[in-house]
């Protein structure tokens, strides 16, 4: 099944803003990010926190332990994109 718009959108989205850490590492970080392919398939996120749009837009725009907050740089829009890709499992 073909991606949406609004997937393709997350998905570009996803490539140039969170995938260095979360896919490739190549900041070099010693405690490597979490992967985040299928996050939504289970009832928590890597974080222990629950799995839900709510808490995973907190996350992102708040950052946690070792990622740096996002608020600002991520539209409502941009966002909404952002959690629709991550809800295709990352495909």
């Given at each position: 099944?073909?991606?949406?718009a ?26 490597v ?28 725009l ?9 608020a ?20």
């Amino acid at each position: 099944m073909p991606l949406t718009a609004q997937e393709q959108a997350g998905k570009h989205l996803y490539t140039v803003r969170c995938a260095h850490c979360h896919e490739y590492n190549d900041q070099g970080l010693k405690k490597v990010p979490p992967d985040l392919h299928n996050v939504f398939r289970g009832a928590q996120l890597p974080s222990g926190a629950p799995a839900t749009d709510e808490q995973v837009r907190r996350e992102v725009l708040s950052g946690r332990g070792m990622m740096p907050p996002f608020a600002g740089r991520f539209s409502d829009e941009e966002m909404a994109a952002l959690l629709a890709y991550l809800h295709t499992g990352l495909r």
